[in-house]
């Protein structure tokens, strides 16, 4: 269960910012994921940790992690050379609920490194384009520099069916684009609450003003879903380090709906 | 079925243990205090010796009756031997092996009903999920238990509103209560399995018991019942707790909390561990390795940014919400067995059932 697995292959990696990095890992045999769920990578030697899949599900031989370089073990995974074998655990965890959003709205809010988590669910919604009825993306990054996958980003503005809504938290001089918090776009967008479902990924502080946001507008706390983060280092219910009240992240999470996580997210120090 | 057994049939029973092929481990006097130990024979047993405890203390003392098992719990539990408090997981060489025990199964001698308790608890955590833990597994497989029930209860005991004692009700092969009163030195004993049986077959000095043994037997474990020195409020935990996340209790509990994580050493029930990748220096071999943690230090919460849990009133409130309620949600039993051990080994003398007391007459 720990390192037994048969190593990946990093095919290719691509820098998405100053900090952030894409692997694109050839798995042993075709690997099935669903959107949401995460892998435990391993930097030989140096540590372990939970990393989302950032790529399409359908692509079963090429599996994508978008990872920040923030600490050790990050730091080593951004800076693998591709032809390297990585260990991959995985995959991990509850996933983003597509089913219950058909037939309405679907709104997907990401705050930062929140987007790579949240990228399959939009492969996955714009495949099975015809079972929603509208599609928004609310991305914010703390500067443009920031930004990750900019140029899909440029391409799903683009299309008529899917609303793109991207701010900063400070603006440069070439930035035209809106300046503020992610929980401020929710009131520029149009969408019908009583339907709605909305996935969510980023800051904790992000994700709670978020979710008063839609509250107010009337989505349901039973349609609303976040990705919850908690230190992780077994990935198998067993370490007890991704608690968050009655759920073992690893397991439970890291998708749980606002309904269930309602009592323990508005406390500090949970 | 119920034997009794003199001194010489324990001797017998526990070589007859060992004939098959078990290591025995019991309690042995060692480091001040009664721990579990390896045993070769009934001489190893803490004969004569009991414990006193309370908050914060622990004292060894004599008995004038030589009992075998006149104490109550030591600091350790079978979790020292089950879960071990380090163990590598992975090495790269020799490829891919790890700390699995190929060693001898382990028989364990005189354990407490609360232990066994535990032991399930552990079993829950460790193999009843979708992943269960290789190395736990081996060193569980096979484990051969002789229980043994309570002749008194500790200060810091309340296994009975745990509903985890003073009777080894489940999970044992064999449970002895040791009488030594009138008619003798004797060992009342119960068989639990069909291997109880079996090794019960080979301790010649096992005879069938007469009613008077068994009645002895049973009063004083009814005797003990009544003796429990604490006792957890009879109120529902989960909704207590969930119900009390910000009571003023936990910063007057803070005040006095060390973190120093005692209680969770301690505990048979606590399994969180961290997980160490290290390598030599020449960066060729790499091992994975685990130990016991605790949520009272900083690093079990740490996140990229920082702890979740920076103070000793969270760090706390979420030991003992976990124990007694969250721990029901994740495994579907209660961490928590009664045994005292957070009590008597929390050098501030913190009492987990008068935290809930405090709680539950203020809400
Ligand atoms: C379910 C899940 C999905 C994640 N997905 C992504 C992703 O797609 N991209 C990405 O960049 N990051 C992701 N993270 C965060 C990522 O795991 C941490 O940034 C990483 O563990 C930091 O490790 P480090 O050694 O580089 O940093 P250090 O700060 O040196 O961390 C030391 C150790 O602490 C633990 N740790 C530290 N931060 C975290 C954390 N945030 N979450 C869990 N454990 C932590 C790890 O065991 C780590 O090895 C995810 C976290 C979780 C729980
Ligand atoms: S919480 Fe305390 S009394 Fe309960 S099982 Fe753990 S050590 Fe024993
Ligand atoms: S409750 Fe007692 S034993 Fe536990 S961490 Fe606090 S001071 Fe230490």
């Given amino acids: 269960m720990w390192a037994d697995t048969e190593p990946w292959r990093l095919a290719a990696a691509r820098r998405e910012s100053a900090d952030t990095v894409t692997l694109g890992l050839e798995p042993p045999a075709p690997f099935v994921f669903d959107p949401g769920q995460f892998n435990m990578l391993y930097a030989a030697g140096i540590g372990e940790v939970p990393i989302s899949i950032s790529g399409d599900p359908g692509q079963r031989t090429r599996i994508l992690h978008t990872i920040r370089d923030v600490g050790a073990v990050t730091h080593a995974l951004c800076a693998t050379p591709p032809g390297t074998e990585i260990g991959v655990r995985g995959p991990y965890g509850s996933h983003w609920p597509l089913h219950t959003a058909e037939g309405g709205d679907l709104i997907i809010v990401a705050g930062g490194i929140g987007l790579p988590p949240l990228r399959p669910a939009i492969y996955q919604a714009l495949r099975h384009r015809d079972r929603y009825q509208r599609l928004v993306l609310l991305y914010g990054a703390r500067t443009p520099r920031d930004l990750l996958f900019t140029g899909e980003l440029a391409r799903w503005r683009g299309r008529f069916d899917l609303t793109v809504e991207v701010t900063v938290d400070v603006g440069d001089r070439d930035w035209r684009g809106n300046v503020g918090v992610v929980p401020d776009l929710i009131g520029r967008v149009t969408f019908e609450p009583g339907t709605a479902t909305a996935f969510m990924v980023g800051p904790e502080i992000m994700m709670r003003f978020t979710v008063r946001a839609l509250l107010e507008r009337g989505v349901p706390e039973d349609r609303v879903f976040l990705s919850m983060e908690r230190n992780m280092q077994c990935a198998a219910a067993l370490c007890g380090h991704c608690q968050l009240g009655p759920f073992l992240l690893c397991r439970d999470g890291p998708v749980l709906s606002y309904r269930q996580l309602a009592r323990w997210i508005s406390l500090r120090e949970i | ?363």
């Avoid at chain 2, 301690?266 to 961290?274: D, G, I, Q, W, Y």
């Avoid at chain 2, 740490?302 to 920076?310: E, K, L, S």
């Avoid at chain 2, 009492?351 to 405090?358: K, N, P, Q, R, Y």
């Fill in chain 2, 1 to 363: 079925m119920r034997y009794v057994l003199d001194l010489g049939g324990l001797g017998q029973l526990l070589a007859a243990l060992r004939q098959r092929g078990f290591r025995l481990i019991g309690p042995v006097v060692a480091d001040g205090a009664i721990c579990y130990g390896e045993i070769t024979s009934a001489a190893d047993l803490p004969a004569g010796w009991t414990d006193e405890q309370d908050g914060g203390t622990y004292r060894l003392k004599r008995r004038d009756d030589g009992a075998l098992f006149g104490y109550n719990v030591g600091p350790q539990s079978p979790k020292k031997y089950l879960f071990p408090a380090s163990a590598t997981l992975w090495r790269s060489h020799p490829p891919g092996t790890a700390d699995t025990d190929d060693e001898k199964p382990f028989a364990f001698i005189g354990v407490r009903s609360c232990e066994l308790h535990a032991i399930a608890v552990q079993d829950r955590v460790f193999l009843g999920g979708q992943h269960p833990d290789p190395l736990y597994a081996a060193r569980r497989d096979g484990a051969f238990i002789v229980a043994v029930n309570c002749g008194q209860a500790a200060r810091t005991c309340f296994c009975v509103s745990m509903s985890a004692g003073p009777k080894a009700d489940a999970g044992f092969d064999l449970a002895l209560t040791e009488l030594t009163g009138e008619g003798g030195h004797r060992f009342l004993a119960e068989t639990g399995t069909p291997r109880g049986e079996e090794v019960i077959a080979d301790t010649p000095g096992a005879q069938p018991a007469s009613p008077r043994d068994a009645t002895a037997a049973d009063q004083i474990i009814e005797r003990t019942a009544a003796q429990m020195g604490r006792a957890m409020p009879a109120v529902d935990l989960r909704d207590l707790l969930y119900g009390n996340l910000e009571h003023p209790r936990w910063d007057d509990v803070a005040a006095r909390c060390l973190t120093c994580g005692n209680c969770t050493m301690a505990c048979p029930t606590c399994f969180c561990f961290s997980v160490e990748d290290v390598t030599d220096l020449a960066g060729r071999a790499a091992e994975r390795n685990r130990s016991w943690d605790s949520c009272f230090t900083l690093d079990h919460s740490y996140i990229h940014g920082g702890p979740v849990r920076t103070s000793a009133r969270s760090r706390y409130r979420q030991w003992m919400t976990h124990k007694l309620a969250t721990w029901t949600g994740q495994f579907g039993t209660s961490g928590c067995v009664g045994c005292g051990r957070c009590i008597t080994w929390c050098p501030a003398g913190i009492d987990i059932t008068e935290e809930v007391a405090a709680i539950a007459a203020d809400t």
